[in-house]
Structures are given as structure tokens and as C-alpha cells.
Nanobody, 120 residues
Framework: VQLQASGGGLVQPGGSLKLSCAAS????????MGWFRQAPGKQRELVAS???????IYADSVKDRFTISRNDANHTVFLQMSSLKPEDTAHYYC???????????????WGQGTLVTVSS
């Protein structure tokens, strides 16, 4: 099972960007999905998460600016980012709690990261 993130790039302050992360492989179901970020010199932090039942959690710093969503038909999680600030600059990583086929144990899977740079 792999996660492939995409959608990062350079955006001006106040702009918007949408990240996508697709899971591939032999998957029965995915429980929680989320986005984390890590800025240079800082620890990785949770940005947002979403459960299979669509319950969401957001970091205080992104509430009312970012929206997480998912499409279970193609095992994809999205992060719509608006009103971006320079302090949102970081590598963004997707994460999923995946139940592979032929397994009774969920696996914690990480994507490779996509860089978001907010700068004028």
C-alpha cells in the first residue's frame, strides 16, 4: 500500500491551494486519514484529520481556513487551503490508517510529502 501526495507549489499570501493524496494497492478499507506538516527546524504537526464517519479535527492555526475531505471510492484525501500565510510554508504529508487485503491489522501509512511555499 502506498500514498501519493500532489498539489503543492508556490502561492502568494492570501492565495489558495488544494492538496490531494491517493492510496494505491490492495485495500479493504481506510479508517482515519489526515494531513501533517513539517516546517524547517520544527516538529511535524497535525494539520487536519478525518474519520471514516467524516468527523474532522483541525489544528487551531488552520481552523476556518483549511478544509479536509475524502473520497472513499478511490481512497483519496484532500486538503483545501485558503487564505494562506507565510507560516503555512512546510512539507505536507498525508497519512492513512489502512486495512490491506489478506490482513486483519490496520497499517499506518505515510505519503512522501509535498512542499507548499507561501511567499510574495
Amino acid at each position: 500500500v502506498q500514498l501519493q501526495a500532489s498539489g503543492g507549489g508556490l502561492v502568494q499570501p492570501g492565495g489558495s491551494l488544494k492538496l490531494s493524496c491517493a492510496a494505491s494497492g490492495n485495500i479493504i478499507t481506510i479508517n482515519d486519514m489526515g494531513w501533517f506538516r513539517q516546517a524547517p527546524g520544527k516538529q511535524r504537526e497535525l494539520v487536519a484529520s478525518i474519520t471514516l464517519g467524516r468527523r474532522t479535527i483541525y489544528a487551531d492555526s488552520v481552523k476556518d481556513r483549511f478544509t479536509i475531505s475524502r473520497n472513499d471510492a478511490n481512497h483519496t484525501v484532500f486538503l483545501q487551503m485558503s487564505s494562506l500565510k507565510p507560516e503555512d510554508t512546510a512539507h505536507y504529508y498525508c497519512n492513512a490508517d489502512v486495512l490491506p487485503t489478506h490482513s486483519s491489522t490496520y497499517r499506518d501509512v505515510w505519503g512522501q510529502g509535498t512542499l507548499v511555499t507561501v511567499s510574495s
